[in-house]
């Protein structure tokens, strides 16, 4: 039989908001240590990607475990493709420039390069 897990994902979630608003490093060293048995752990990778579609636990993950697209990556999952809005006819100034049109460059600012 397996144990559940003692680590909770508002657990963890109110551990990083505590070291976001106050600044408490015991906090943030707490969370990040409940995340890396997490993420390091094949059983709880569900758990683990669960956690990490909140953006601040996402955040602490790109920054110093560096394991969410990892473990997604192995088990083949995903995202799904945005749709790109349609461009609307009501609206012909967005897109590309207009043809000959060129942008000019201000007199009164020098060059960068004069000798180019």
């Known amino acids: 039989m397996t144990r559940p897990s003692r ?64 473990i997604a990556h192995q088990k083949g999952w995903t995202r799904p493709k945005r749709e790109r809005p349609k461009p609307s006819a009501k609206a012909p100034g967005r897109g590309k420039r207009a043809a000959g049109r060129k942008r000019s460059i201000s007199p009164s600012q020098p060059s960068l390069f004069p000798d180019l």
């Open 7 to 70: 680590i909770s994902r508002a657990r963890v979630l109110d551990l990083l908001r505590l070291a976001a608003r106050k600044g408490d490093r015991a906090a943030l060293t707490l969370a990040l240590d409940q995340m890396k048995t997490l993420a390091y752990t094949p059983r709880y990778w569900d758990k683990y990607l669960d956690l990490i579609a909140h953006p601040m636990a996402r955040l602490a993950d790109l920054l110093v475990i560096k394991q969410g697209d990892k």
